[in-house]
């Protein structure tokens, strides 16, 4: 198992923990119309309290689930009952999808020590492990933010990218919205990506539902043209999958990775980015 991974052999042994927190990450694009908060109540993993991605979030910006300020976010996961002293996990019910999100801005936030459950909700539910239903509270703890700015890229630094290619960019949408053949999701958005991004989609990172190790993984980047010497940061539709996109490529020993939050959402909103296509 890799560094920021646990096992659900793992995770069963240790429910039973006094410092352990288990944060149900699910999350799923609008046009999938399904509710995670709804699915979480109906049958969540053991102790498991929900991290809702699109209320810890920045709530000044018209973007969907950015990063909130180190206060709110340090403010907010206390109130879950993450602690400094806490061990976290986290899960998602694609498997590995958003809990990659939630583990990037834990990163960003000073704590890199935050494991995610290989194979996530689907395989704990395939091995017939406990599943409970309803909410889940647990008394506030306080929580200590250390914001790490490499972690984070702005849209100033992806413009600079753009103009002199000092860094790698990698975008994890997939292919047809990469080049602007499919519309996407959110309304308003053109079509295409940025000049001299590269296009890795993010469903290519994994296989049911676990990350692909990590050979197979250098292998996919070195297919696609990526340099893990070099500096990269990763984009996306709204800063999902770029989360999960670098931590694979950190698992495969990328070291300098950052993500642009804002990603798509708010490069092809705008009037004065170029897109290519």
Not at 75 to 89: A, Q
Not at 119 to 144: C, M, Q, Y
């Amino acid at each position: 198992m890799t560094a920021e991974f646990v096992s659900t052999d793992w995770l069963a042994a240790h429910l039973g923990d006094p410092d352990l927190i288990v944060l149900d990450c699910s999350w799923w694009l609008p046009t999938l119309n399904r509710d995670a908060r709804q699915e979480y109540l109906d049958g969540h993993l053991p102790s498991a309290v929900f991290f809702d991605i699109d209320a810890i979030a920045d709530t000044h910006t018209d973007l969907p689930h950015m990063l909130p300020s180190p206060a709110d976010f340090a403010r907010l996961v206390g109130d879950l009952g993450v602690g400094d002293d806490s061990t976290i996990v986290l899960y998602d019910e694609a498997g590995f999808g958003s809990a990659a999100r939630v583990s990037w801005e834990f990163r960003a936030m000073g704590r890199t020590d935050v494991k995610l459950l290989a194979g996530g909700g689907p395989k704990w539910r395939a091995e017939n492990r406990p599943i409970e239903a309803g909410e889940v509270s647990k008394a506030p703890k306080t929580f200590t933010a250390r914001p790490v700015a490499a972690e984070l890229a702005t849209l100033a630094e992806v413009q600079t990218i753009v103009s002199d290619r000092h860094r790698q960019l990698i975008d994890a949408r997939p292919a047809a919205r990469f080049r602007g053949e499919a519309p996407e999701p959110r309304a308003g958005l053109r079509g295409g990506h940025m000049p001299g991004a590269i296009g890795l989609p993010a469903t290519e990172l994994s296989s049911n539902g676990l990350l692909k190790s990590a050979a197979e993984l250098k292998t996919l980047f070195e297919a696609a043209g990526i340099d893990l010497h070099r500096p990269i940061v990763t984009t996306c539709g709204s800063g999902i999958t770029a989360a999960a996109l670098a931590l694979a490529l950190r698992q495969a020993g990328a070291e300098d990775v950052a993500v642009y939050d804002g990603s798509w959402a708010e490069w092809g909103g705008r009037s004065d980015t170029p897109v290519i296509t």
